[in-house]
């Protein structure tokens, strides 16, 4: 069983980090939306409080966010996952476009943090 992070728990995020838990990882979750929280952890997610906390215990994070600016933010920002203490590869599954993949890559990059 293997642990991984997820970040945004809409109707796409929400319905894969069911998967990731019904095929047996151990999965850290993180929204904005208490409810969308509650609902992953009652399928046996473990939500945590912030970005960067997922990035603390997840050594991969999958993101599925709704725009570039929050993609960046939740990526980069002060509490971003860019600062957590386990994350490897971040895995980005949002529709951001190629200027902010390259940006995100970047900042990753600089802290040894794989981006996809």
């Known amino acids: ?61 999958f993101l599925s966010l709704p725009n570039p600016q929050i993609v960046a933010e939740v990526v980069l920002g002060a509490q971003g996952i860019v600062h957590g203490k386990g994350l490897e590869v971040c895995v980005d599954l949002s529709t951001s476009g190629p200027d902010t993949a390259v940006k995100l890559a970047a900042g990753l990059a600089a802290r040894g943090i794989a981006s996809l």
């Open 1 to 61: 069983m293997s642990e991984c992070g997820f970040i945004g728990l809409g109707r796409m995020g929400g319905a894969m980090s069911r998967r990731l838990i019904d095929a047996g990882h151990r999965v850290i979750v993180h929204d904005p939306s208490a409810a969308a929280a509650a609902a992953l952890a009652a399928h046996g997610a473990k939500v945590v409080a912030s970005a960067q906390a997922v990035a603390d215990a997840a050594p991969i994070v």
